[in-house]
């Protein structure tokens, strides 16, 4: 390992933790105040061509594949690093955040995957950021468990056999991390999460057979992904492992982001190992960069967008057939249910929602796919099992059948389904119910039977936003106003007050997180991210 200076990294304005000390080390810091110093420049870059290139939208309302890459994707020379042992087979993953209790009950589920999530199944408390790297070190050297206080059940690990193999989702590139600063400046709360993860576990989990590898979210960019490549190769450099040890999975899970497939696999070809097709942030994204684009932009109720509509079928069968001709995994989206204890058949109704998703995605060619609870580990692993069998993925499968034109990803007007007044209401009534939550520290959070995470924030706002600016006229004849989401929201807050008690609502942030829903929602000028500004109020 190359010796680094003293890290100029300060802990600002954070309440000492148990056991920090062993995450936070001077080695540590000194490590991702390199990271900073080299790599946050070119982030500000990127970012600022993201402001660009959302102005370019706004002013033609279309998107193409880029002509400075054709080559890139003429080239059928190409491919992507083999897939390591342990991320040949994925064939079922599941989400979810790295508290005591989730680490767990993820790497015992059965699934091949879990991904340990620092970003949208997280809220980025100062606890959070910490404890959940410690937790993951924690399980690779086998001294986690956790008892449950209310229940009093305990959790210990499995034969390590049996574990699922770790992928770490570090926070996207537009999150700061504000407690630790280099002379007065945040560091990237990217930077913060690979870096301390990578440090402290690259070594640990090559003797363990496996290997630091990462989900990289909302990636806008080729460029992005050239960024990301760059981290890793310096990374390994620095610890003296092997380059092409990492291996990073690209979430697809913004509209530019799907024109440039090709170009992200290329850019991390020694370090790609898929892509995944991520559902509510793809349509956050399109309301965010069609904003201005007029009528055939407006997205109906969000349930309404499921993964069969043209244009997200277009886009999901794209990504089965890029990936397949670079030799990389496809990883179709999330079954977001949360079973109940007490309703069998809403258990029914919805197990077969879900198995019907799955089959689509294994026939389709996908290679595994996301869940959020353990319960739908078996659902989804009988549909790929069905497919697959003993093979551990369908690479081979090149759909060459598939052919895909720059405006079928954006034809949001072939969808037959139209903006509803119920639809308004639940947007609200999710929007605030999970705002609450994050802004008490919790990132994944149940809500009518559904796991929820930012994304479903980001979509709820979105939504609400653009059908008042859109001036839809709902069937019942209401015309989508700003004074109408605010009466539908304080309706929503009586409704919740009355559901939990004078108490529970007193002490929870209620009136906090239906103020911001209205902020980000109703505001003219559009917030990039809502977890900005609640990030400033999260404490």
């Known amino acids: 390992m190359s010796a680094l200076a003293p890290s100029p990294l300060a802990i600002v304005d954070a309440e000492p933790l148990p056991r920090q000390e062993e995450v936070l080390t001077d080695a540590a810091l000194a490590f991702v105040a390199e990271l900073h110093r080299l790599f946050t420049p070119r982030r500000d870059e990127l970012l600022a061509r993201r402001a660009e290139r959302r102005a370019e939208i706004a002013a033609t309302s279309t998107l193409d594949f880029l002509p400075e890459t054709a080559a890139v994707r003429a080239d059928d020379s190409w491919k992507v690093a083999e897939a390591p042992a342990a991320l040949n087979d994925r064939r079922v993953e599941i989400t979810g955040p790295t508290d005591r209790k989730m680490t767990i009950n993820a790497l015992n589920s059965g699934a091949r995957v879990w991904l340990a999530d620092f970003e949208d199944a997280s809220a980025p408390t100062w606890e959070n950021v910490v404890l959940g790297q410690l937790n993951l070190t924690d399980a690779y050297e086998r001294r986690i468990d956790f008892t449950d206080e209310r229940t009093g059940k305990s959790y210990a690990l499995k034969d390590a056999a049996e574990l699922a193999t770790v992928v770490m989702r570090p926070r996207g590139w537009h999150l700061d991390e504000r407690h630790l600063q280099v002379e007065g400046r945040p560091v990237p709360g990217a930077l913060v999460d690979f870096g301390l993860y990578f440090f402290h576990n690259a070594k640990r989990l090559i003797e363990l057979g496996k290997g630091p590898y990462f989900y990289l979210p909302k990636t806008e960019s080729y460029l992005e992904a050239r960024l990301w490549n760059d981290i890793f190769v310096f990374a390994q450099d620095h610890l003296g492992i092997p380059q092409g040890t990492v291996r ?292």
């Open 248 to 539: 990073a999975t690209v979430l697809i899970e913004t509209i530019t982001a799907a024109y440039q497939m090709e170009e992200i696999l290329y850019e991390l070809r020694d370090h790609a190992s898929g892509l995944n097709a991520g559902r509510w942030d793809y349509l956050f994204s399109i309301v965010k960069n069609f904003r201005d684009g007029g009528e055939k932009f407006v997205l109906p109720d969000r349930n309404a967008v499921t993964m069969t509509a043209p244009f997200m079928r277009a886009y999901t069968e794209l990504l089965v057939r890029t990936c397949h001709k670079r030799g990389a995994h496809a990883i179709g989206g999330m079954a977001a249910f949360i079973p109940s204890r007490k309703d069998a058949e809403v258990n029914k109704v919805a197990f077969e929602k879900v198995k019907n998703d799955k089959d689509r995605e294994a026939a389709d060619g996908f290679d595994g796919s996301w869940v959020a609870h353990p319960d739908l580990v078996p659902i989804a692993m009988k549909s790929f099992d069905a497919v697959l069998g003993d093979k551990p993925n369908q690479k081979d499968r090149l759909r060459e059948d598939v052919h895909v034109s720059a405006a079928d990803l954006i034809a949001v007007d072939s969808l037959d389904a139209k903006p509803t007044y119920d639809g308004l209401v639940n947007a609200v009534q999710v929007g605030i119910r999970y705002i609450e939550a994050w802004l008490r520290g919790l990132g994944a959070v149940a809500i009518f039977n559904l796991m929820e995470d930012a994304a479903t924030a980001e979509i709820s706002r979105s939504q609400i936003w653009q059908w008042i600016n859109a001036g839809v006229v709902f069937e019942n004849g209401e015309r989508a106003t700003a004074d109408l989401a605010r009466e539908v929201a304080a309706r929503e807050l009586d409704a919740i007050r009355a559901e939990i008690g004078d108490e529970a609502f007193a002490a929870g942030k209620w009136q906090q997180a239906h103020d911001l829903l209205l902020q980000v929602s109703l505001d003219e000028d559009y917030a990039d991210f809502l977890t900005l500004p609640a990030y400033e109020q999260l404490r």
